[in-house]
């Protein structure tokens, strides 16, 4: 599978758009975009996953570049529950997730 | 409620006295994994099953077993614990590995073992 790399961590203050980069140069045509994140110790939440399109649900959107060797994960309307470790995680259809390290996201009031 | 079950969320245990952390997900998915989480390592894959009585080796598989007798059930055993698996346990299911549209993954809350 493609690496991933995401800044260590990032801040944003409650109310505002939170936009969190990943780097997947090496992707390869068949290789999806997934997103999860980890609330303190808690077990990782799926965010949301996408190949090629721009993809948006109830908790995010996924913007993911014409070449797709990076995409950007947006919460339109941080609060302070969204303080966590967000990963990116790119993944060919018949393996297993692999994380990695992740962005500390800070939420402030 | 959809959820992963895991117990016991928190134990204290000794080397080498032997250990069982039960999974269980009443969500009828096929596919369920250990992970286990350590400061600066991140998520590590210990095992994985794709259905009933069928399991294979993640990441880091040494010390540890597994049996997927039901559906519902995935099992962590350590037989005999030493002090670096002291560590925090997730188990996770999804419907389908194979399925990539499904896309998700669901996490129990965790278990954190401590092996003195």
């Known amino acids: 599978d493609a690496k991933t790399t995401q800044p260590p961590s990032m801040d944003c203050a409650e109310g505002r758009a939170a936009n969190l980069p990943c780097n997947h140069s090496?992707?390869?045509?068949?290789?999806?975009v997934y997103w999860y994140r980890q609330i303190h110790s808690q077990g990782p939440q799926y965010i949301i996953h996408?190949?090629?399109n721009n993809e948006t649900n109830e908790m995010a959107s996924l913007i993911i570049t014409e070449d797709r060797k990076s995409s950007t994960l947006i919460l339109p309307h941080a609060t302070l529950r969204d303080t966590a470790v967000y990963y990116c995680i790119v993944r060919v259809e018949y393996s297993t997730l692999t994380f990695g390290k992740g962005t500390m996201l800070l939420v402030s009031p | 409620e959809a959820q992963v079950t895991q117990n016991p969320r928190y134990l204290i245990t000794v080397t080498g006295k032997k250990l069982t952390v039960t999974c269980s997900q009443n969500?009828?998915?096929?596919?369920m994994s250990w992970y286990r989480q350590d400061p600066g390592l991140g998520l590590r894959q210990i095992y994985y099953s794709m259905n009933v009585e069928v399991t294979d080796k993640g990441d880091v598989p040494e010390g540890y077993k597994v049996s997927r007798k039901e559906k519902r059930n995935f099992p962590l055993i350590l037989e005999s614990p030493s002090p670096n698996q002291t560590s925090l346990y997730f188990c996770?299911?999804?419907?389908?590995?194979?399925?990539?549209?499904?896309?998700?993954?669901?996490f129990g809350e965790g278990s954190r073992l401590t092996v003195l």
């Open positions: 969500m009828n998915h096929e596919y």
């Open positions: 996770a299911s999804s419907p389908t590995q194979w399925d990539v549209n499904t896309g998700e993954l669901f």
């Open positions: 090496t992707i390869s045509g068949n290789e999806y």
């Open positions: 996408g190949l090629k």
